[in-house]
């Protein structure tokens, strides 16, 4: 709790374009959670780097995260919207949960397997740790909620366990966190291979819808996407091409698939993927706008990114420094 409130704890990488999947399984969500909880939400610069960054487009890309979270409606000044560097409580409380969590713990990570797997040049010791970093972003705000995609479950588990095993140890020192999946969403798939999900680092463009495209190249995408053979808009598990766009449809316009498939029942593949395309080319067109107007309003953001800095600070080292006493470092002499 912090004042009357729950927190909420969430955070995206500034790698790669974000795709629709990022807004409808994770952002959207976040903007509906925002009014109940105390919300922190970081750009987690630190765990870009476990692959390979261009400084530069690193920069451009974490402030274009950035901004695109205030755009999609989270509001800077109700919530605390940060750069995960801007507050080194972050990287010393990972280094304490790094002695507390178990190698055998992160071999198990599918994302390590994963990453690994694809970047085989560059294993680095970031990249199995990255769990630990992420344990850390949670606890040290004393967080109760967590939205994620589906694919992250498994390192808030990780958290979770690391959490009662510091506890266990010294105490009643951090909040249990509880993950929070959305009912629709969760799990949006590629538009040219619907059993794997939709990913920003995916090198076929046309699997993905980025936040950015622009009307004409997402109807074209939908037009384009993998559909199966069945001729009929129905939800079932013999259609994922199919039941995905009904998924994404669904998400955008709050139509259940019940009365999706009676707005196409007899009509064809091509009239619903037009609607699909439609129905997020509607959702993002705002999202563009404002995102047009923040661009050109440099100072208010750079306020915004100074003043909730020095919040998430205030808050992560009141954690660190309870944390720091309970494993025995000495006191800091004032
Ligand atoms: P990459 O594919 O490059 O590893 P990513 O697209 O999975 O990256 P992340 O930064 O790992 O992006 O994820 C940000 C958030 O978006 C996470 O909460 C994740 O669960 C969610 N997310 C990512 N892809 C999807 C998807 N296809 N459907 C639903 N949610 C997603
Ligand atoms: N690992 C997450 C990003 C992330 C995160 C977090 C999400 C880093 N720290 C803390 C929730 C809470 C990802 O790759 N999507």
Redesign the pocket.
């Known amino acids: 709790m912090l004042g009357d409130k729950k927190v909420l704890?969430?955070?995206?990488?500034a790698t790669g374009n974000l795709t629709l999947g990022n807004y409808l399984g994770a952002l959207k969500n976040w903007v509906s959670l925002s009014d109940e909880y105390e919300c922190f939400y970081s750009v987690?610069d630190l765990?870009s780097i476990t692959v390979r960054q261009d400084p530069a487009e690193l920069r451009r890309r974490a402030r274009a995260l950035y901004i695109l979270y205030v755009a999609a409606g989270l509001d800077p000044e109700k919530n605390c919207i940060y750069y995960q560097s801007h507050v080194s409580a972050h990287s010393e409380l990972a280094w304490i949960l790094n002695c507390f969590t178990y190698n055998g713990e992160l071999s198990r990570m599918t994302q390590f397997k994963d990453k690994s797997a694809k970047h085989a040049d560059n294993v680095n010791a970031g990249l199995f740790t990255y769990p630990v970093l992420?344990a850390a972003?949670?606890l040290l705000y004393q967080t109760d909620l967590?939205p994620?995609g589906k694919d992250?479950m498994q390192?808030l588990e990780l958290t979770r366990d690391i959490a009662q095993r510091f506890n266990g140890i010294y105490g009643d020192v951090f909040t249990i966190p509880e993950g929070y999946i959305a009912k629709t969403g969760a799990k949006i798939m590629s538009l040219q291979d619907p059993s794997k999900k939709m990913s920003k680092s995916d090198e076929n463009p046309n699997a993905s819808i980025y936040l950015m495209d622009d009307a004409d190249t997402i109807i074209r995408k939908f037009k384009r996407a993998v559909t199966d053979s069945e001729a009929c808009v129905r939800y079932n598990e013999n259609q994922p091409g199919i039941s995905n766009l009904m998924e994404i449809y669904s998400t955008c316009t709050g139509k259940s698939f019940a009365e999706i498939e009676k707005e196409f029942d007899g009509k064809g593949y091509g009239d619903f993927k037009m609607a699909v395309g439609e129905s997020v080319v509607d959702v993002l067109r705002p999202i563009h706008e404002r995102i047009a107007d923040l661009e050109k309003n440099k100072d208010y953001i750079d306020s915004m990114i100074k003043a909730n800095a020095e919040k998430a600070n205030y808050v992560a080292t009141k954690t660190l420094r309870k944390v720091q006493k309970k494993v025995g470092f000495p006191e800091r002499i004032r």
């Open positions: 704890f969430s955070g995206m990488q987690v765990h992420m972003d949670i967590v994620v992250q390192h």
